[in-house]
């Protein structure tokens, strides 16, 4: 196979300082997962772990630190 590149659109780059916060929370949230399946793999030896994400819409959302009057 014979490949040839004709035009190469970089599309719209931007510069470091408007894509640093988004990098670094990129970042942050890849290392959370992995801690995360760590602390999982971890755990799974010593404790039957199940999952229901069905219920997770039963769960009442509140901030406890507001007044319910």
Known sequence: MILQSLAFDPGHLLPYEQVEGLVDESLQNIRAEQMLNAM???LSKRYKIESHPELVMR???????????
């Open 59 to 69: 769960i009442k959302l509140v901030d406890p630190t507001l007044d319910s009057q």
């Open 40 to 42: 999982i793999d971890r």
